[in-house]
């Protein structure tokens, strides 16, 4: 028995277990005790049945299950949102069965028993993070989310057309779906104009991965991780630096903060997504909808806005009294070293928060609200929205706005903290000479964006369809690649090793009118970060942009891991999902040129370095996710130098540069064409 005969429970959810899973056409051969009760009366015919086609048998082992009572509180066929606490304890509960039964024998064995009994996003959600954390799977690599649920990102109209393909056309002849890039909304709605960011099926794994790697709740040993809530923090500050920079791309405001939670949201958003779980389709919000308390006793929630305002104001006086009250009744002081880490534990309300019945639930609640805004007592029976998943909730507009507000917290603790010295900003003796961009088949300094469509396939997700590989082709933002070429002088005597840091923000704001750096510094975003060594005297940095440590590429973020797996059997097989998805790296630009400002800085390794080994598995899409059993491999505060104030005096982006830093005016230019991507192998 293998670890990664534990992935063949993820595919096709709806499917009973005893039903051949992968190519390989893999059967589970479990105890009668196993067999759902309905299923009983035929077993052996059922068997016999679904196994006569059977090139691989799976021996499960008799073992006593261990107490699925509360997992078994969530009906098999709800949605499931890890900010519903009743769902996180729940999930809590189920992680901690999986994380607590001896070895893969018996882990294999509990999980084909709960399989067919409990909610299957529940199952996935539980037994995709116990894979993760687990000492004995951390080399098992997770699906894609979309590979078991890709109702939670495409038209339901495009699924059943997915499903008539794979009934109807033989496997090898199928065609991709095209998924059409205009299918929420029309033009008439200027919030559609960054349907392709929010909608984006990258983005929306992102943010599922990050949440998969860094669970609300659970055993402390799977949730307690290196600077976790500082993560959080620059994670979700990082997605609206990216949204804004995108609006402005759009000739469209930055978003306005949700700060008055009395007053009509006129923002609408209808999905066009159906569950396949709960068989209905997904809630919409009408314009100028208004939040009301939650009284929900389905989800066992009971919570007012005045709630919400409560949490709030505490906060703000924690920050602004430096310190926060712990559950014992002593203090704790919110420092500029780990005072955001606090901070974001404590705003997130993960198992970690240091006072949850004093600081409540602000950021999972506030995203509950707003997911139940069309039913607030339950009284049609409604599930919760998009903006209640976090596998769905970028789609939505207003998780940017209740973001902004989120963030804002943030920034009034980082505005209390003393600005960056000269020295902790200098590194004496490197000067930074030279930044220019290399575009492949283009000009310098002119980034290049354009449409490209791309295939990703849905068939383990599909339940009850004929075997065989069958893609949805995708529209998605795409980039030219192009390489950094930064000169270094080295003026010190000796070599020397130093973080080049990159960011990108817009030279000007939505005026049009140059920016404050007070103000810029929120719309860097963080392109790469990477140690370098300097020789004495010129250095001539050269850097790929599909290097970065931010993105991960386009096969993990829709990894497919039979079609994917590299075809040297000795080649390493490491996909870690968590990461910025490559072919969003560059906003959009606009199509006569978007004027951004490229900063670079070379900071002192010494200061920056943490002792630990880099090399192996998921090191290389750190700055939002970490790195996978380690600590976070950079000691300075995540968003230097634009995570704090400018010095006084320092009004703008030119007065703040030093020796080691540089700033190169650049364009990105957009152009409506469509490229195909690389055509997918088909199984």
């Known amino acids: 028995m293998s670890a990664n005969d534990l992935l063949l429970l993820l595919e096709r959810p709806k499917e009973p277990v005893f039903i051949a899973k992968g190519d390989r056409k893999a059967v589970f051969e479990v105890p009668d005790k196993f067999v759902q009760e309905r299923f009983r009366p035929a077993r052996q015919e059922i068997l016999s049945r679904f196994g006569k086609e059977a090139e691989q048998r799976i021996s499960v082992k008799d073992i006593a299950i261990p107490d699925l009572s509360v997992p078994m509180e969530l009906n098999r066929f709800e949605n499931f949102s890890l900010f519903i606490p009743r769902h996180r304890r729940v999930a809590g509960r189920l992680i901690e069965i999986f994380m607590g039964v001896r070895n893969i024998e018996d882990l294999t064995s509990v999980a084909v028993y709960a399989r067919d009994l409990l909610n299957p996003y529940l199952f996935n959600y539980s037994l995709s993070v116990a894979l993760l954390h687990r000492p004995d799977t951390r080399n098992v690599d997770v699906p894609s989310f979309i590979a078991s649920f890709p109702d939670k990102y495409v038209d339901g109209t495009i699924l059943q057309k997915v499903k008539e393909e794979a009934e109807i056309i033989p496997e090898g002849s199928r065609m ?9 909304a029309s033009d008439l ?69 949700l700060l008055d939670w009395s007053k009509p949201i006129p923002e609408a958003y209808f999905p066009k997504l159906d569950s396949l779980v709960s068989s209905r389709g997904w809630p919409a919000r009408v314009e100028n909808s208004k939040l009301s308390d939650v009284r929900r006793e389905k989800d066992q929630i009971s919570t007012d806005i005045s709630d919400l305002e409560r949490w709030r104001d505490r906060i703000y006086a924690a920050i602004h009294s430096g310190t926060v009250m712990l559950a014992n009744g002593s203090t704790q002081q919110l420092d500029e070293f780990g005072g955001i880490d606090v901070l974001g534990n404590i705003i997130e309300a993960s198992s970690l928060s240091p006072n949850t019945n004093f600081y409540g639930n602000l950021h999972n609640l506030g995203h509950v609200f707003l997911s139940v805004i069309h039913d607030p007592d339950g009284r049609f029976l409604e599930s919760f929205s998009t903006i209640g998943d976090s596998a769905t909730a970028m789609r939505d507009p207003i998780f940017y706005r209740w973001h902004a507000f989120i963030d804002d917290i943030f920034q009034e603790l980082k505005a209390t903290l003393p600005g960056y010295t000269g020295p902790q900003l200098n590194y004496q003796g490197i000067n930074v000479t030279g930044v220019e961009i290399d575009v492949t088949g283009g000009k310098k300094n002119e980034l290049q964006t354009f449409w ?39 003026q010190t005597n000796g070599q020397r ?15 049009g009118t140059n920016w404050l750096l007070r103000d810029q510094r929120h ?5 790469d970060r990477f140690v370098v060594n300097l020789k004495v005297g010129q250095n001539v940095i050269t850097r790929r942009s599909d290097e970065s440590t931010v993105t991960i590429p386009f096969e993990r973020t829709f990894r497919d891991l039979d079609t994917g797996r590299p075809t040297n059997n000795d080649a390493q097989f490491n996909f870690c999902g968590c990461g910025w998805p490559q072919h969003m790296l560059i906003p959009r630009g606009a199509p006569d040129g978007f004027q951004c400002e490229l900063f670079v800085m070379i900071s002192n390794y010494e200061d920056d370095k943490i002792a630990q080994t880099l090399t192996g598995q998921c090191n290389d899409a750190f700055s939002f996710c970490g790195l996978k059993d380690r600590l976070y491999p950079d000691r300075r505060s995540m968003g230097f130098p634009f995570d704090r104030m400018p010095p006084q005096g320092v009004d703008t982006l030119q007065q703040y540069l030093l020796p080691n ?16 991507g690389p055509k997918p192998r088909q199984k």
């Open 523 to 527: 719309m860097f975003i963080e392109l």
């Open 452 to 490: 490209q469509q791309s295939d990703v396939d849905l068939s383990r997700g599909m339940d009850f369809t004929p075997r065989g590989s069958v893609f949805a082709r995708f529209t998605h933002l795409q980039h030219a690649p192009f390489s950094y070429k930064i000169s270094v002088n080295n």
């Open 176 to 184: 991709p779906i095209v998924i059409p890039r205009d299918y929420t």
């Open 661 to 676: 830093m540089r700033v190169q005016d650049v364009t990105i230019k957009f152009t409506a064409k469509t490229v195909q």
């Open 189 to 257: 709605e200027p919030e559609h104009r960054l349907a392709y960011f929010r909608e984006d099926l990258g983005v929306n794994l992102h943010h599922w991965h990050w949440h998969l790697v860094y669970p609300f709740d659970g055993p402390d040993s799977v949730v307690r991780k290196d600077r976790r809530g500082e993560l959080f923090f620059y994670m979700h500050q990082q997605l609206m630096a990216r949204y804004n920079f995108e609006r402005l791309c759009n000739k469209l405001a930055r978003t306005e903060r």
């Open 497 to 511: 090793q130093g973080t080049c840091r990159i960011f990108l923000a817009p030279k000007f704001d939505e005026r």
